[in-house]
Protein backbone atom coordinates (compact mmCIF):
# COMPACT_ATOMS: atom_id res chain seq x y z
CA UNK A 1 0.00 0.00 0.00
CA UNK A 2 3.11 2.31 0.49
CA UNK A 3 3.58 2.10 -3.38
CA UNK A 4 0.18 3.10 -3.59
CA UNK A 5 0.20 5.94 -1.76
CA UNK A 6 3.60 6.66 -3.54
CA UNK A 7 1.89 7.08 -7.16
CA UNK A 8 -0.34 9.33 -6.22
CA UNK A 9 2.52 11.64 -5.00
CA UNK A 10 4.20 10.58 -8.08
CA UNK A 11 1.07 11.58 -10.08
CA UNK A 12 1.29 14.97 -8.57
CA UNK A 13 4.62 15.80 -9.84
CA UNK A 14 3.97 14.29 -13.35
CA UNK A 15 0.97 15.84 -13.44
CA UNK A 16 2.92 19.45 -13.64
CA UNK A 17 5.28 18.14 -15.99
CA UNK A 18 2.52 17.55 -18.70
CA UNK A 19 1.82 20.30 -21.17
CA UNK A 20 -1.09 18.68 -22.59
CA UNK A 21 -3.14 18.75 -19.46
CA UNK A 22 -2.18 19.92 -15.91
CA UNK A 23 -5.15 18.58 -14.25
CA UNK A 24 -5.44 15.41 -12.64
CA UNK A 25 -6.62 13.55 -9.94
CA UNK A 26 -7.39 10.12 -7.80
CA UNK A 27 -9.78 8.46 -9.02
CA UNK A 28 -12.20 5.35 -6.82
CA UNK A 29 -10.73 4.43 -3.28
CA UNK A 30 -6.85 4.40 -2.30
CA UNK A 31 -5.70 3.04 0.95
CA UNK A 32 -2.73 4.85 2.71
CA UNK A 33 -1.47 5.36 6.20
CA UNK A 34 -4.53 7.34 7.01
CA UNK A 35 -6.75 4.56 5.79
CA UNK A 36 -9.67 4.30 3.16
CA UNK A 37 -10.11 7.58 0.92
CA UNK A 38 -12.24 7.74 -1.65
CA UNK A 39 -12.17 10.24 -4.54
CA UNK A 40 -14.45 11.58 -7.29
CA UNK A 41 -12.99 14.41 -8.47
CA UNK A 42 -15.26 17.13 -9.88
CA UNK A 43 -15.31 20.94 -10.74
CA UNK A 44 -16.70 23.86 -9.02
CA UNK A 45 -17.62 27.34 -10.83
CA UNK A 46 -17.87 30.36 -9.55
CA UNK A 47 -19.48 33.23 -12.03
CA UNK A 48 -19.10 36.84 -10.21
CA UNK A 49 -21.10 39.30 -12.42
CA UNK A 50 -21.15 43.65 -11.69
CA UNK A 51 -23.93 45.50 -12.15
CA UNK A 52 -24.15 48.80 -11.79
CA UNK A 53 -27.04 51.44 -10.95
CA UNK A 54 -27.24 54.83 -12.66
CA UNK A 55 -30.08 57.02 -10.19
CA UNK A 56 -31.24 60.26 -11.02
CA UNK A 57 -33.28 62.49 -8.57
CA UNK A 58 -35.22 65.73 -9.52
CA UNK A 59 -34.49 68.29 -6.93
CA UNK A 60 -37.62 69.89 -5.11
CA UNK A 61 -36.72 73.57 -7.05
CA UNK A 62 -36.34 71.55 -11.13
CA UNK A 63 -39.66 72.76 -12.44
CA UNK A 64 -37.75 76.46 -12.10
CA UNK A 65 -34.48 75.49 -12.77
CA UNK A 66 -35.38 77.34 -16.68
CA UNK A 67 -36.66 80.53 -15.14
CA UNK A 68 -34.06 81.05 -12.51
CA UNK A 69 -31.03 79.69 -13.41
CA UNK A 70 -31.44 79.48 -17.22
CA UNK A 71 -30.96 75.67 -17.41
CA UNK A 72 -33.14 72.48 -17.73
CA UNK A 73 -33.18 70.06 -14.74
CA UNK A 74 -34.34 66.45 -14.86
CA UNK A 75 -38.20 66.60 -13.30
CA UNK A 76 -38.80 63.13 -12.33
CA UNK A 77 -36.57 60.27 -10.93
CA UNK A 78 -35.00 58.01 -12.99
CA UNK A 79 -33.27 54.70 -12.45
CA UNK A 80 -31.04 52.34 -15.06
CA UNK A 81 -29.07 49.24 -14.39
CA UNK A 82 -26.43 47.96 -16.57
CA UNK A 83 -23.83 45.47 -16.29
CA UNK A 84 -20.43 46.57 -16.17
CA UNK A 85 -18.58 43.13 -16.18
CA UNK A 86 -18.38 39.76 -15.15
CA UNK A 87 -16.05 36.68 -14.68
CA UNK A 88 -15.79 32.67 -14.06
CA UNK A 89 -13.10 30.80 -12.15
CA UNK A 90 -12.69 27.84 -9.99
CA UNK A 91 -13.61 27.44 -6.92
CA UNK A 92 -12.29 25.34 -4.33
CA UNK A 93 -14.80 22.65 -3.31
CA UNK A 94 -13.74 23.29 0.55
CA UNK A 95 -14.81 26.73 0.47
CA UNK A 96 -18.36 25.96 0.06
CA UNK A 97 -18.02 23.94 3.72
CA UNK A 98 -16.14 26.34 5.67
CA UNK A 99 -18.28 28.10 8.19
CA UNK A 100 -19.07 32.16 7.31
CA UNK A 101 -16.78 34.51 9.44
CA UNK A 102 -19.05 36.30 12.15
CA UNK A 103 -20.67 39.75 10.91
CA UNK A 104 -18.68 42.84 12.17
CA UNK A 105 -20.63 44.92 14.62
CA UNK A 106 -21.69 48.40 13.48
CA UNK A 107 -23.34 51.20 14.25
CA UNK A 108 -25.66 53.24 12.22
CA UNK A 109 -26.17 57.06 12.88
CA UNK A 110 -29.21 58.55 11.47
CA UNK A 111 -28.59 61.92 10.14
CA UNK A 112 -31.78 63.90 10.85
CA UNK A 113 -30.97 66.98 8.50
CA UNK A 114 -30.68 64.48 5.08
CA UNK A 115 -34.23 62.89 4.59
CA UNK A 116 -33.89 59.29 2.77
CA UNK A 117 -33.06 60.17 -1.12
CA UNK A 118 -30.17 62.42 0.20
CA UNK A 119 -31.81 65.81 0.14
CA UNK A 120 -32.22 68.22 3.38
CA UNK A 121 -35.28 67.99 5.22
CA UNK A 122 -34.64 71.76 6.05
CA UNK A 123 -33.62 73.79 2.92
CA UNK A 124 -30.46 75.86 3.18
CA UNK A 125 -32.62 78.95 1.88
CA UNK A 126 -34.93 78.75 4.55
CA UNK A 127 -34.35 81.59 6.90
CA UNK A 128 -37.96 81.82 8.42
CA UNK A 129 -40.56 80.17 10.08
CA UNK A 130 -42.77 81.31 7.63
CA UNK A 131 -43.81 79.28 5.04
CA UNK A 132 -43.12 80.73 1.13
CA UNK A 133 -44.81 79.43 -2.24
CA UNK A 134 -42.70 77.09 -3.97
CA UNK A 135 -42.12 80.06 -6.51
CA UNK A 136 -41.00 82.10 -3.93
CA UNK A 137 -38.64 79.80 -2.42
CA UNK A 138 -36.48 78.86 -5.70
CA UNK A 139 -36.14 82.74 -6.35
CA UNK A 140 -34.70 83.31 -2.85
CA UNK A 141 -32.75 79.88 -3.52
CA UNK A 142 -31.26 81.11 -7.22
CA UNK A 143 -30.27 84.51 -5.81
CA UNK A 144 -28.68 82.37 -3.12
CA UNK A 145 -26.67 81.37 -5.44
CA UNK A 146 -25.61 84.65 -7.02
CA UNK A 147 -24.55 86.04 -4.15
CA UNK A 148 -22.51 83.31 -3.27
CA UNK A 149 -20.93 83.50 -6.71
CA UNK A 150 -20.17 87.58 -5.97
CA UNK A 151 -18.57 86.69 -2.85
CA UNK A 152 -16.34 84.34 -4.07
CA UNK A 153 -15.10 86.59 -7.13
CA UNK A 154 -14.80 89.27 -4.44
CA UNK A 155 -12.45 87.18 -2.28
CA UNK A 156 -10.27 86.07 -5.64
CA UNK A 157 -9.59 89.20 -7.06
CA UNK A 158 -8.64 90.52 -3.31
CA UNK A 159 -12.13 93.06 -3.49
CA UNK A 160 -13.29 91.42 0.06
CA UNK A 161 -10.43 92.31 2.06
CA UNK A 162 -6.63 92.27 2.22
CA UNK A 163 -6.98 89.80 5.43
CA UNK A 164 -8.23 86.70 3.67
CA UNK A 165 -5.18 84.76 2.44
CA UNK A 166 -3.82 81.72 2.36
CA UNK A 167 -5.89 78.82 4.65
CA UNK A 168 -8.20 81.12 5.16
CA UNK A 169 -8.87 81.75 1.62
CA UNK A 170 -8.82 78.17 0.49
CA UNK A 171 -11.45 77.49 3.44
CA UNK A 172 -13.62 80.34 2.91
CA UNK A 173 -13.62 79.11 -1.00
CA UNK A 174 -14.55 75.49 -0.19
CA UNK A 175 -17.16 76.74 2.43
CA UNK A 176 -18.48 78.80 -0.76
CA UNK A 177 -18.16 76.10 -3.05
CA UNK A 178 -20.22 73.42 -0.14
CA UNK A 179 -23.15 76.14 0.17
CA UNK A 180 -23.37 76.87 -3.41
CA UNK A 181 -23.58 72.59 -4.60
CA UNK A 182 -26.27 72.42 -1.70
CA UNK A 183 -28.56 74.96 -3.22
CA UNK A 184 -27.99 73.75 -7.07
CA UNK A 185 -28.86 70.58 -6.28
CA UNK A 186 -32.03 72.01 -4.90
CA UNK A 187 -32.42 72.42 -9.19
CA UNK A 188 -30.81 70.47 -10.69
CA UNK A 189 -30.74 67.17 -8.39
CA UNK A 190 -28.59 64.58 -7.59
CA UNK A 191 -27.16 61.38 -9.91
CA UNK A 192 -26.11 58.72 -7.69
CA UNK A 193 -23.98 55.56 -9.53
CA UNK A 194 -23.76 52.18 -7.33
CA UNK A 195 -21.56 49.52 -8.25
CA UNK A 196 -22.88 45.48 -6.60
CA UNK A 197 -21.13 42.35 -7.37
CA UNK A 198 -22.76 38.93 -6.72
CA UNK A 199 -21.40 35.54 -6.89
CA UNK A 200 -23.19 32.36 -8.17
CA UNK A 201 -21.96 28.87 -7.65
CA UNK A 202 -22.34 26.48 -10.87
CA UNK A 203 -21.97 22.78 -10.87
CA UNK A 204 -21.30 21.17 -14.26
CA UNK A 205 -22.66 18.47 -15.32
CA UNK A 206 -21.43 15.95 -18.07
CA UNK A 207 -24.53 16.17 -20.00
CA UNK A 208 -25.49 19.95 -19.89
CA UNK A 209 -23.00 22.66 -21.42
CA UNK A 210 -25.55 25.86 -20.88
CA UNK A 211 -26.65 26.90 -17.35
CA UNK A 212 -28.61 30.21 -17.12
CA UNK A 213 -26.66 31.78 -14.55
CA UNK A 214 -29.27 34.52 -13.29
CA UNK A 215 -31.21 37.01 -15.22
CA UNK A 216 -31.14 40.78 -15.60
CA UNK A 217 -33.34 44.03 -16.42
CA UNK A 218 -32.29 47.25 -17.07
CA UNK A 219 -35.08 48.54 -14.55
CA UNK A 220 -34.52 46.27 -12.14
CA UNK A 221 -30.56 45.14 -12.24
CA UNK A 222 -30.08 41.45 -11.14
CA UNK A 223 -32.91 39.07 -11.10
CA UNK A 224 -33.07 35.38 -10.12
CA UNK A 225 -32.79 32.59 -12.46
CA UNK A 226 -37.08 32.17 -12.43
CA UNK A 227 -38.07 35.53 -13.57
CA UNK A 228 -38.57 35.68 -17.10
CA UNK A 229 -38.93 39.29 -17.38
CA UNK A 230 -35.11 39.89 -17.71
CA UNK A 231 -32.18 38.55 -20.08
CA UNK A 232 -30.56 35.62 -19.10
CA UNK A 233 -27.01 35.58 -17.76
CA UNK A 234 -25.91 31.99 -20.10
CA UNK A 235 -22.63 30.61 -19.09
CA UNK A 236 -21.68 28.26 -22.01
CA UNK A 237 -19.05 25.48 -21.81
CA UNK A 238 -17.31 24.26 -24.97
CA UNK A 239 -15.13 21.52 -23.82
CA UNK A 240 -12.41 21.07 -26.16
CA UNK A 241 -12.50 16.69 -26.39
CA UNK A 242 -9.02 16.64 -25.81
CA UNK A 243 -7.70 15.17 -22.43
CA UNK A 244 -4.32 13.89 -23.28
CA UNK A 245 -2.27 12.87 -20.41
CA UNK A 246 1.29 11.97 -20.59
CA UNK A 247 1.39 9.94 -17.76
CA UNK A 248 -1.26 7.06 -19.34
CA UNK A 249 0.16 3.78 -18.68
CA UNK A 250 0.01 1.35 -21.79
CA UNK A 251 -2.60 -1.81 -22.72
CA UNK A 252 0.20 -3.58 -21.13
CA UNK A 253 0.56 -2.62 -17.50
CA UNK A 254 -0.92 -4.86 -14.69
CA UNK A 255 -0.73 -2.73 -11.91
CA UNK A 256 -2.14 0.62 -12.12
CA UNK A 257 -4.06 2.65 -10.45
CA UNK A 258 -7.49 4.80 -11.93
CA UNK A 259 -6.75 8.83 -12.63
CA UNK A 260 -9.03 11.66 -13.83
CA UNK A 261 -8.22 13.91 -16.61
CA UNK A 262 -9.88 17.36 -16.65
CA UNK A 263 -10.90 18.73 -20.24
CA UNK A 264 -9.54 22.05 -20.95
CA UNK A 265 -13.16 23.64 -22.02
CA UNK A 266 -13.87 27.01 -22.76
CA UNK A 267 -16.43 29.04 -20.20
CA UNK A 268 -17.99 32.07 -21.93
CA UNK A 269 -20.45 34.69 -19.91
CA UNK A 270 -23.05 35.77 -22.07
CA UNK A 271 -26.13 38.72 -21.62
CA UNK A 272 -27.95 40.02 -24.24
CA UNK A 273 -25.76 38.71 -27.04
CA UNK A 274 -22.92 40.19 -25.46
CA UNK A 275 -19.89 38.42 -24.79
CA UNK A 276 -18.85 39.41 -21.20
CA UNK A 277 -15.79 36.89 -20.04
CA UNK A 278 -13.69 33.80 -22.06
CA UNK A 279 -11.73 31.73 -19.87
CA UNK A 280 -10.48 28.08 -20.81
CA UNK A 281 -10.54 26.06 -17.52
CA UNK A 282 -9.91 22.67 -16.45
CA UNK A 283 -13.53 20.91 -16.03
CA UNK A 284 -13.52 17.13 -14.78
CA UNK A 285 -16.81 17.08 -15.70
CA UNK A 286 -15.91 16.75 -19.46
CA UNK A 287 -12.75 15.18 -19.10
CA UNK A 288 -12.17 11.21 -18.94
CA UNK A 289 -10.36 8.44 -16.88
CA UNK A 290 -7.00 6.87 -17.51
CA UNK A 291 -5.17 4.16 -15.91
CA UNK A 292 -1.55 5.30 -14.48
CA UNK A 293 0.84 2.77 -13.15
CA UNK A 294 2.40 1.91 -10.39
CA UNK A 295 6.21 2.41 -9.53
CA UNK A 296 7.24 -1.31 -9.70
CA UNK A 297 8.75 -2.95 -6.67
CA UNK A 298 12.51 -3.46 -7.11
Known sequence: MKFRSLA??????????????????????????????????HTTL??????????????????????YLGVRAPLTDKSAWSVRSASVALLQTDMLYESAAPA?????????????????????????MSMPPLDEAARNAANAIFSLRRHRLELITGEAGENVFGE?????????????QSYLELFLGKRVVTTETRRYVVYPQPDKKQYIVCRFSTADG????????????????EPSGKSVSAVEAGPREQSYTMCRV??????TVICAGRELDRVVLPLFEFGRSIRVALPRRK
Open 8 to 41: FALLLWAAGAAAQNPYIAPLGASEGAAGVAVSDP
Open 104 to 128: ASRQEVTDYSVSDDGFARIQPDKMS
Open 46 to 67: AVDVTVECDRTLAGPYARYAQK
Open 222 to 237: LLPESDLSGDMVLLQI
Open 262 to 267: ADLSTC
Open 168 to 180: GLKSALDEIARQE
